[in-house]
């Protein structure tokens, strides 16, 4: 399955989630005018007749039909008013939810060597597979083996691991469990995750008023004991509700927990990193219990069970250890894995990758690579990762010089990085274009970061760009918004605008000013402006500044390509290529539902790819679009040593 099917599916599963959960409710409400329809019976007795035992049928002679309206309407809003405040809670994605478990935010510049590793290892998938690098948090207080992923969508996800997983797995088998929470990021399971959290809430709280009626009640006689078991009552709908919202999430949750197996060891191409993880559970003494209260809120969406739950097998939300070791790698031998396990201990640096040195770099932009994919085989790229790409990622990390990777761990000089990858040459425009920038400290470290990227190739700057994100995401909203103002000034200050350029700023925007999650409207019929006009984005970009004729040929054919794809035939609609309506296109655009975007990425590879080839600035571009429209793109040209493309 694709990128996009993997989201559709998932949005497929959330609807699926609803109407069972909406069966629940159901269930519960007629269990709650049980109660008051008994409860109303009991004391009516009590007041006539005390001596008489009402027949069943009471409940239907005796009790106003109100009273079970009144009852079904209160229980219902009582569930949806919990369950969206319990949403409304998670606005902020993964960090909120990474806050519930009191998990802490691990800087970009941190000197732990455990959480060093855990960055690196991080980087290298994000970097590997396109996607932004994840905020990276640590449970502290949790000495077992767990991690998990969450957040509303890919370019805001965070992953959290416990201290025993920072503590008691190798780099090997930290790299399984890491990519095993990726998959969850590429398949769309976060935001089903996040809402089940919500919905689960408002069924459970029916079943925490009954605790709370039981414990209130004071007395003897009849009054008193009609409340406790009145109380009881609601306490065990509460939890039959809870039962059934566990037998739903436990039933998706080990599908999707095997396939986030399968994926690991697809993207790492070592089994032995996940199935040594899974193994390193058995032995350790907490295994995967997570002691935080709010564990069995979020146990389908840790990486190993997060609770102990009766009726095992039933209501676990993870299959068996030792199945989930058998699938993964079949001929997985536990005594010879273990004799030749390595202690994990980490040394300050040991993880850091060596820089080459500095070598003579090439600028590529123009150099074409011959592209034997068709349209619906470029797009089947989003959202992939494998091992290959994760080599070529930690060798486009290693070609980083040291100061540059130092630079970028901490807010100022990750703005100042930023700054000067598109600076201009030579040094007298570049000086010029500093003189915009309001802010002299900032200009005057992207001055000095200037030599360090200067030698850098396009293939670079997107990566550089995700390596940036966490620390510029870490300041507060006014240094935000005063960085993307010299970013802007920084674009224009030379009154041209490349279409480069342009998407860099688009992107930082996307990411760091405030915006509400999107929600999925349109489709590529009913935007065929916008489309034209990102169409006509890449298609210029991929045509070269050669003779007029020639120029007018190519950028026809690579525009005639891609409309064929997109279904629009002849009837192009005009687009006129300018920064507003470019930027609102791509704010549209990345609002459409997932087999709507493939139809869209599909159509951008026919006309980016329309001669047979195409160029890193191409690839750079096309990828740079993805990151914007939430359609991550792994690096399409890792055959290219980074190592050459760096000064």
């Given amino acids: 399955m694709t990128f996009f099917e993997h989201q559709r599916l998932a949005r497929r599963n959330t609807i699926v989630m609803v109407l069972l959960f909406a069966l629940a409710v ?34 239907i002679d005796l009790v106003p039909p109100q009273l079970y309206a009144f009852g079904a309407a209160g229980t219902a809003a009582l569930i949806l008013l919990v369950s969206l405040f319990n949403i409304v809670r998670l606005a902020d994605g993964g960090a909120a939810v990474a806050r519930m478990v009191g998990a802490r935010l691990v800087p970009p510049d941190t000197a732990d060597p455990h959480e060093r590793r855990l960055r690196n290892v991080i980087e290298e998938m994000a970097i590997a597979s396109g996607v932004r690098v994840p905020a990276v948090y640590v449970m502290d207080a949790e000495r077992g083996i767990n991690a998990f992923a969450a957040g509303w969508d890919v370019s805001g996800a965070v992953v959290a691991v416990t201290r025993g997983t920072l503590e008691t797995l190798t780099r090997d088998e930290l790299q399984g469990v890491v990519a095993h929470e990726f998959s969850h990021i590429l398949n769309g399971d976060m935001r089903l995750n996040i809402r089940m959290i919500g919905v689960l809430a408002g069924i459970v709280f029916i079943g925490s008023i009954g605790e709370f009626v039981m414990r209130g009640a004071r007395g003897d006689g009849k009054g008193a004991g009609g409340i406790v078991l009145a109380g009881l009552a609601l306490f065990v709908i509460g939890y039959v509700g809870l039962f059934f919202a566990r037998l739903i999430k436990s039933a998706i949750s080990r599908q999707r927990e095997f396939l986030a197996d399968a994926s690991s060891v697809q993207f790492t191409r070592n089994p032995d990193g996940i199935a040594g993880a899974l193994d390193q559970i058995k032995s350790a003494p907490a295994g995967t219990l997570i002691a935080n209260r709010y564990a069995e809120e979020m146990s389908h969406m840790f990486f190993g069970a997060a609770v102990r739950i009766r009726l095992g097998g039933l209501l676990d939300t993870h299959p068996p250890l030792d199945e989930r070791i058998r699938r993964v790698h079949p001929r997985f031998q536990l005594a010879e894995y273990r004799g030749r396990r390595e202690t994990p201990v980490v040394k300050p640096g040991a993880d850091a990758r060596a820089s080459p040195g500095q070598q003579k770099g ?119 918004k005063h960085f993307l103002a010299a970013l802007e000034a920084l674009v224009y200050a030379d009154r041209r605008v490349s279409l480069h350029e342009f998407v860099v700023l688009t992107l930082l925007r996307s990411q760091l000013a405030p915006r509400p999650r999107p929600t999925e409207s349109g489709t590529i019929g009913g935007l065929k402006a916008e489309a034209a006009t990102v169409l006509a984005l890449v298609a210029h970009a991929g045509t070269r500044a050669d003779a007029t004729g020639a120029r007018d040929a190519a950028l026809h054919a690579a525009l005639r390509a891609g409309a064929e794809v997109l279904g629009f035939g002849e009837d192009l609609p005009a687009a006129p290529l300018n920064l507003e309506t470019a930027r609102g296109a791509l704010e549209t655009l990345r609002r459409l539902a997932p087999m709507q975007k493939a139809i869209l990425m599909k159509g951008l590879f026919a006309a980016v790819t329309v001669d047979g080839t195409i160029r890193v600035a191409e690839a750079g571009l096309m990828r740079l679009v993805g990151a914007v429209l939430d359609c991550p793109l792994p690096p399409l040209l890792e055959s290219i040593d980074p190592a050459t493309l760096a000064a």
């Fill in 362 to 480: 090439r600028r590529s932009g123009d150099i074409a690579t011959p592209w034997d994919r068709t349209p619906a085989q470029s797009a089947a790229l989003v959202g992939t990762l494998d091992a290959g790409k994760i080599d070529y990622a930690a060798r486009l990390l290693a070609a980083l010089p040291p100061p540059l990777q130092e630079g970028l761990r901490e807010a100022q000089g990750a703005g100042g990085v930023v700054l000067a990858l598109l600076l201009a040459e030579p040094e007298a425009a570049a000086l010029k274009q500093l003189q915009a920038i309001a802010d002299r400290e900032l200009a005057e470290r992207a001055r000095r970061a200037a030599p360090l990227t200067r030698g850098l190739d396009l293939a670079f700057h997107l990566p550089v760009i995700d390596l940036a994100l966490p620390a510029l995401k870490g300041t507060p909203e006014p240094a935000k």
């Fill in 26 to 59: 159901i269930a519960v409400v007629l269990a709650v005018d049980l109660v008051l329809g008994w409860l109303y019976v009991w004391y009516y007795a009590e007041i006539v007749d005390p001596r008489a035992e009402p027949p069943l049928s009471a409940l």
